[in-house]
């Protein structure tokens, strides 16, 4: 259950995006041209200039960005708010005050408040303090999107609190149990994404919290026990790699490739992981780096960068595989086949969902079963028969755009993306093995019989073969695991 102290603290959080509407004016709040001038009042309709992402500071203070990573500043008392700051400090940052019909004022630390002017541009000046009918520093505040991940949840906790919210979370959300369902169901590697952080473990980086290596050890051990391959996933990467909020993007911009330094700190992980765990008998792999986006990095970037750590894990482990993540948007598999990045156990991860694309949202539960058949099986063909790295279908989901979609649609759906992806020459896995989204629970799906694993599917299968994956949440967490 979500009370409304819990609303407010969901809807508030570091990249929330929000427009903001004068009750007098009728007019929106705009950032023209993404920043670099004046703000004004004077837009009907609210588009991408009109559209600002929080920063939080605390429960009650915020910086605003805008579109083109800009924020709002005032230099004081009378003066205009303009979208000229390249970075935040005191004068971008705003007390933030609403009530129960989303209706904002926002007031400078020096508790002035601001106002939108007659003249169609925001002041610090409205007099006294304002009440919450229409009056000039009124203003009506739309959520139009959110973010739900690690930096949410540590910074809108705070540490102590988030601390707790985490310990008791990794203490009871994957178990020693979850290894044991995994065995008797043939599932021999799961797939464990961490966070660059995870290398400071002890003393992280704020806003994150330490306890996540004595997860992923924890995780190793149990791997271990059962005879069962462990695959580290670097699903977070300094700066964000994609702007999802599973990267841990504050506010979805993406930074990655922008920074040597973040790029470095990403090896800097990546050494961390393989020096700690190359010799441990459960590790199958390192995977360096989850779902770069196509639009923000550039293959002349991301490829040296996976050479460097192909190198670094084989300086611990001349056998653990090493796994380069495709790119995400429009980018062609085959780039990385091209690139020559190592020379042994290499492996080229693919992403496969009939969802977050339009071609899929109209299509029938027969059309998808279709569409797996013809397009994935024969790129996997393809790729299987290529020369260079092995591939791994490393997340698919049995869930679709399909609403009325049936116990037996859901059965052959899933049959026939176990058949097309077993193909994969390193095998597949499933996000993720619990969610709060059943058909996203591998383990839910088993269990209902939503996803039939056949007898003797994984016969004759070499051990690299029929990976499923297994989210364990190591510093990776939704907030909703923890307030629904």
Not at 451 to 467: C, E, H, N, T, V
């Amino acid at each position: 259950m979500i009370y409304p102290m819990e609303i407010c603290f969901l809807a508030m959080q570091d990249g929330t995006q929000v427009q903001l509407k004068s009750v007098t004016l009728q007019k929106y709040i705009s950032a023209q041209n993404g920043g670099g001038m004046n703000v004004s009042v004077d837009r009907d309709n609210p588009l991408e200039w009109e559209t600002f992402k929080l920063w939080r500071v605390s429960e009650s203070v915020f910086q605003f960005r805008t579109s083109e990573g800009k924020f709002l500043t005032c230099s004081g008392d009378g003066d205009n708010v303009t979208a000229t700051a390249e970075s935040p400090s005191d004068s971008e940052t705003f007390y933030l005050e609403r009530n129960f019909n989303n209706r904002a004022h926002i007031k400078l630390k020096t508790g002035t408040y601001i106002q939108a002017s007659n003249d169609n541009v925001l002041t610090a000046d409205f007099p006294g303090t304002p009440g919450w009918d229409d009056n000039p520093a009124t203003f009506e505040m739309t959520f139009v999107g959110k973010l739900q991940g690690d930096y949410q949840l540590a910074n809108g906790y705070g540490h102590n609190k988030a601390k707790d919210v985490l310990k008791k979370h990794r203490n009871s959300f994957i178990t020693v149990d979850d290894f044991d369902f995994l065995y008797r169901h043939g599932v021999n590697t799961v797939r464990i994404p961490v966070g660059w952080w995870i290398a400071s473990d002890s003393n992280p980086p704020a806003p994150f919290i330490s306890g996540s290596l004595e997860a992923l050890d924890n995780a190793f051990s149990w791997a271990q026990a059962y005879n069962i391959k462990c695959i580290i996933d670097i699903h977070a990467a300094p700066g964000s790699q994609n702007g999802m909020e599973h990267s841990a993007s504050r506010d979805g911009t993406v930074n990655w490739q922008t920074s040597p330094e973040y790029i470095s700190q990403t090896l800097d992980a990546m050494e961390f992981l393989a020096s700690r765990y190359a010799l441990h008998p459960a590790l199958l792999g390192i995977e360096l780096l989850n779902e770069p986006s196509a639009a923000d990095v550039s293959l002349d970037i991301l490829v040296p960068f996976y050479k460097q750590g192909y190198q670094i894990v084989r300086k611990y482990s001349p056998t653990a595989y090493v796994i380069f993540c495709q790119r995400i948007g429009n980018a062609d598999p085959f780039e990385l086949y091209q690139a020559n990045i190592g020379s042994s156990n290499t492996v080229v991860d693919l992403h496969y969902y009939n969802l977050f694309d339009r071609y899929f949202d109209k299509l029938t539960s027969l059309e998808n079963v279709q569409f797996i058949y013809k397009n994935r099986q024969s790129q996997i063909r393809a790729l299987n028969s290529a020369n260079g790295p092995l591939v791994f279908v490393g997340e698919w989901v049995n869930e679709w755009n399909v609403t009325n979609g049936s116990l037996a649609d859901y059965q052959d759906f899933g049959r026939v993306q176990l058949d097309v992806y077993n193909a994969a020459s390193f095998g597949w896995s499933y996000w993720t093995l619990k969610c709060e989204k059943k058909h996203w629970d591998f383990e839910w799906s088993i269990r209902n019989n939503y996803l039939q694993l056949q007898p003797g599917m994984y016969a004759g299968i070499s051990q690299r073969k029929s990976i499923s994956r297994v989210i364990l949440l190591l510093g990776l967490a939704c907030i909703w695991t923890f307030l629904h």
